[in-house]
């Protein structure tokens, strides 16, 4: 089945680690792609989004990623978490004429240790 | 100046109970959605209207039933209350009609968590 998969579930770090979570899609034609972070009892804030050109995208709080087109991903970095970054980060694919629906990964919870 | 709103935050109602959840947005935006999210944090599509029209309805049951009075809100109706509908209930908004303006973003509102007793 067509889908978006995020590799992990659930991720512990300490401060100061490196960040890089997966996300795979299995749909074929134009894509836009996006990482939003939902913290502790809030709604979904977009951390970056990538429609076309350079492949690699900056966001929002030192996070930043990369479109691989030939394997399907779109990896979510960070070189530095800090403990604020604790969250659910979910991945999302939306497709053309498709109504503008977007469909999201199952999520991967961070959890940085202080 | 909240871009999308929802009423109530919190929702506790017993099985069988008809509720509504109220949705606003003051973007500007044509699109609005509804998506649910479970108890293990996934969410997906339920509805999608622009400029009060439904453009999506993902295998809902009829017992949802989404109103557009206007663009700016899109409320959810939900009759005869089951267990399974327990969820967070984010209402989100879009400029762009029907995803031909694939540049747009979506905006999610604070969520609206439904527990049914």
């Known amino acids: 089945a067509q889908s978006v998969s995020q590799h992990n579930h659930h991720v512990i770090l300490s401060e100061a680690a490196s960040l890089e979570l997966g996300c795979n899609y299995s749909y074929g034609g134009t894509v836009n792609l996006f990482w939003y972070v939902q913290y502790p009892g809030q709604h979904l804030q977009l951390l970056l989004k990538?429609?076309?050109?350079?492949?690699l995208v900056k966001g929002i709080k030192g996070f930043e990623a990369e479109f691989i087109k030939s394997k399907f991903s779109f990896n979510l970095r960070k070189p530095s978490v800090q403990w604020s970054d604790t969250a659910e980060y979910f991945c999302a694919v939306r497709r053309n004429n498709q109504g503008g629906k977007l469909i999201f990964g199952q999520g991967t919870e961070l959890s940085v240790k202080p | 100046d909240t871009a999308v709103s929802q009423t109530p935050k919190y929702l506790v109602t017993q099985m069988g109970n008809d509720k509504s959840i109220k949705c606003e947005q003051n973007l500007g935006h044509d699109t609005m959605y509804w998506y649910k999210q479970d108890s293990k944090k996934f969410l997906k599509i339920m509805f999608s209207?622009?400029?009060?029209?439904?453009?999506i309805n993902e295998t809902v049951p009829n017992r949802f039933s989404p109103k557009s009075p206007d663009k700016a809100h899109l409320n959810l109706h939900i009759n005869s209350l089951e267990l399974g509908d327990s969820a967070v209930y984010f209402c989100a908004s879009s400029d762009g009609t029907s995803g031909r303006a694939l540049s747009d973003e979506q905006f999610f509102g604070p969520g609206t968590r439904l527990t049914v007793l």
């Open positions: 990538y429609f076309s050109g350079d492949p």
């Open positions: 209207y622009n400029n009060k029209e439904l453009i």
